[in-house]
């Protein structure tokens, strides 16, 4: 394949409702879509991190940039336009996971297309459904949180996550045990709200049978989450602490995570997200797929991952009305037994529609090629 544009495309589509945690609240979805065009095909991927480097150090404007100055010019440079040689051609560009995988999600949907092959067959996919869990927000109160819950395992999901901080941990995790029973699986997430100091109140989870306490300490601190690993039995589960499949090996060998948490984008792409599937798949850790709020254009390609076959646990992958009133692809609506389809159409299966992307779009601009910005 041969380059030929890359438009960016940035959105605003309102949240059914706020999504607080520890490190912020969200209203919107305000990301950027890239849209890849080849003399072959043309593919779409989504941007996964924020206007604000709340949740990792990437963000909307500065990805922008990364992407038109330093991942580009190096990719359009390369003889042969196919999706495994991106990230040998990006290398040199220290982090930028997300803005990588964003790049690298829209040519493997460009190529997958011209061969005809869906990202759930190139993946190893051995499922046509996963289930589904959701990830709850901090809430003004128990009362608020305990209708949500509600309302979402009448809706049908397999597990429930809730967002906890510092004065949001005990009393909601005893509240929602309290009335929906000890065998609802149920998960926490501090986003690095914790020290290893809090251990001993950490330590007061263990009686709520917990399947995973997602990231409870600082990013950058493997250390910490084994020493932590050591004094709690919930078992640690790691998410923004994993870049790649180097780090997860090391992780898991330190006893710094005994589940593993795979965002695509946080560890540059699909390519790396299967090589870290692979490596918690070899050392028997459960691996399930993270999410990153993102719109049905990030979804389908998570779906097609979730169906690899270490993804032993329910992800946070949710239905579409989870999010969105509207979503700009074709909504994703969960079955009878709570579980979602993995999109099996050539490349990540879906593509944004006109009509909605239209209204949801602030901002097109050319990366690469077209009009403005060819370089
Ligand atoms: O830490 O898993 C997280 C959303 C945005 C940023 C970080 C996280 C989350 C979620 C929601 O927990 C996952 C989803 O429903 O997409
Ligand atoms: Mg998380």
Redesign the pocket.
């Known amino acids: 394949m041969k380059l030929a544009r890359v438009e960016i495309v940035h959105l605003a589509i309102p949240l059914v409702t706020p999504?607080r945690?520890s490190f912020g609240t969200?209203t919107t979805k305000d990301t950027f879509l890239l849209h890849v065009v080849t003399d072959e095909a043309e593919g779409w991927s989504e941007f996964a991190a924020?206007p604000e480097p709340l949740?990792c150090s990437e963000f909307v404007a500065g990805a922008e940039i990364v992407l038109r100055d330093f991942l580009l010019p190096r990719v359009a440079a390369l003889p042969r336009l196919t999706a495994p040689a991106l990230g040998p051609a990006m290398a040199k560009v220290k982090g930028h996971e997300l803005a990588k995988a964003a790049l690298e999600t829209a040519v493997l949907d460009a190529e997958l297309r011209a061969y005809g092959m869906s990202l759930a067959t190139y993946l190893g996919a051995v499922r046509d459904r996963v289930p589904a869990g959701?990830?709850v927000g901090i809430k003004e109160s128990v009362a608020d949180l305990l209708d949500d819950v509600e309302r979402y395992l009448a809706e049908g999901y397999v597990r429930v996550?809730l967002?906890i901080e510092p004065g949001w941990d005990l009393v909601p995790v005893r509240a929602v045990r309290e009335r929906f029973g000890d065998a609802l699986p149920l998960q926490v997430?501090a986003?690095t709200a914790y020290t290893l100091a809090d251990a001993e109140h950490l330590r007061r989870l263990d009686e709520f049978g917990l399947v995973l306490i997602?990231?409870p300490l600082e990013e950058d601190n493997l250390y910490g989450h084994a020493r932590l690993q050591q004094r709690i039995a919930t078992p640690v589960c790691l998410?923004?602490s994993l870049h790649n499949a180097r780090d997860t090996a090391s992780a898991i060998a330190l006893d710094a995570c005994r589940v593993v948490?795979v965002?695509p984008a946080r560890v540059g792409g699909y390519l790396e997200a299967r090589r870290v599937h692979d490596v918690a798949h070899a050392h028997g850790v459960p691996v399930w797929c993270?999410?990153?709020?993102?719109t049905g254009v990030g979804r389908a390609p998570n779906l097609a991952l979730a169906a690899l076959p270490g993804f032993t646990l329910p992800g946070?992958?949710?239905a579409s009305a989870?999010?969105f009133a509207e979503d700009v692809t074709e909504p994703f609506v969960l079955d009878a037994d709570g579980c979602l389809p993995v999109p099996r159409t050539p490349g990540i299966g879906v593509a944004p529609l006109p009509d909605p992307l239209r209204r949801f779009t602030r901002t097109r601009r050319d990366l690469y090629g077209g009009r403005e910005g060819g370089r």
């Open positions: 999504f945690t969200m924020d949740y959701v990830s996550k967002k997430d986003n997602e990231e998410d923004e948490n965002k993270g999410g990153m709020l993102e946070d992958t949710s989870r999010y």
